[in-house]
């Protein structure tokens, strides 16, 4: 079996050989800037060192802008403080900060009214914006269809993104104060998604659809089961239908936080997967897997051991050596490695788990 094979088979229920060994997130999805300095060039060669399979991930992505196009230049401002103002084409501004593990965040959102939200969708949401697609599109369509890793359909998620138009304090408001508004960003953007969808599946089969969220934090969800239902039930059944008819098994939502409590309304919606079920937000991959026997997990495994060194490892380790007998579970850590982890215990890490992934 290829790596294709042993991810859609295990997130899915099906035999498999072996799960696959995945990078899942890694540092920054490559290096820690530390690890860059300690050995230069190790960026381009970390895959390859570690025997990671399938990319990027473990699952690629395409270059197909899902997002909003043909926005206006970025502007980069320096302040005197050190940190750099990034005012956004789309209206939102971002703080940069130089040497931060989360190096940037949002201090101004693009939709602070239903009139900023109409010129936006106008604007820039048109889902036949041919520059949309890469100029080589061509030859991406022909690697994929030779390829052995899995590939996604990516979809900035139907709160994920309603948060990036207003920020989640103000989309907690506008479920209350403007819900009309609400549900015309998540529908719009999700009909927009599945119409780029529509050309993209003509050239390619796809293996899974992935949904960024990132709804919740350790002490649970943003919003409560019935806002859930009301709002993004709709938009995930069309998602799923959208799946069914056109031959892909896996609708796998990224989402942080406590996510327990959202992994039944989302398996009722027609999702099959979530990932990443941070350890230290709460999350027990065994209680889940009780609880809900058919939903694919990713990720899973405390990344804070890293930092503490090979006997906290090993214990994880021995973890998700048990995990994996269970089924629908793919190894990795529950989030991007931070910079207090040295890259030799990052490579202890991995090396071990790739131990007990291929030799299972």
Not at 113 to 128: E, G, H, M, V
Not at 204 to 233: H, Y
Not at 270 to 282: D, H, I, K, M, R
């Amino acid at each position: 079996m290829n790596t294709r094979q042993r991810f859609v088979n295990v997130l899915t229920g099906k035999p498999v050989d072996r799960v696959p060994f995945m990078k899942v997130f890694g540092g920054w999805n490559a290096v820690c800037r530390t690890w860059e300095q300690e050995y230069p060039g190790i960026g381009k060669c970390i895959d390859e060192l570690l025997h990671f399979e399938g990319g990027y991930r473990g699952w690629q992505i395409t270059n197909v802008n899902m997002g909003l196009s043909s926005l206006p230049p970025t502007q980069h401002i320096p302040q005197s403080d050190g940190t750099t103002l990034r005012r956004m084409g789309d209206g939102s501004v971002q703080i940069i900060h130089g040497n931060q593990d989360f190096a940037t965040h949002l201090v101004e959102f693009p939709v602070k009214s239903a009139s900023d939200w109409d010129r936006i969708k106008k604007a820039y949401l048109d889902p036949a914006d041919p520059s949309r697609f890469p100029a080589d599109w061509d030859q991406d369509v022909a690697r994929y269809r030779d390829r052995d890793f899995p590939l996604q359909l990516t979809h900035g998620g139907v709160y994920g993104f309603a948060r990036n138009m207003m920020g989640d304090e103000s989309l907690a408001y506008a479920f209350y104060d403007a819900p009309q508004l609400v549900h015309d960003i998540m529908d719009t953007y999700t009909d927009a998604a599945i119409a780029i969808w529509t050309r993209m599946v003509q050239d390619v089969q796809f293996d899974l659809i992935e949904c960024w969220e990132d709804m919740a934090c350790r002490n649970g969800s943003f919003i409560s089961p019935q806002m859930f239902r009301e709002f993004m039930t709709p938009n995930y059944q069309k998602i799923r239908q959208f799946a069914g008819r056109h031959g892909i098994p896996i609708v796998l939502v990224d989402c942080d936080g406590y996510i327990e409590d959202l992994t039944a309304v989302m398996l009722e919606a027609g999702v099959t997967a979530l990932y990443p079920y941070e350890v230290q937000a709460g999350n027990d991959v065994d209680r889940v897997l009780d609880k809900y026997p058919t939903v694919g997990v990713i990720g899973g495994l405390n990344k804070n051991v890293m930092a503490a060194g090979k006997e906290q490892i090993d214990r994880e380790i021995a973890k998700a050596h048990r995990l994996i007998q269970r089924g629908r579970f793919i190894p990795g850590p529950d989030h991007f490695v931070l910079s207090d982890v040295t890259f030799a215990n990052y490579r202890y890490f991995m090396e071990r788990l790739r131990e007990v992934v291929v030799n299972p």
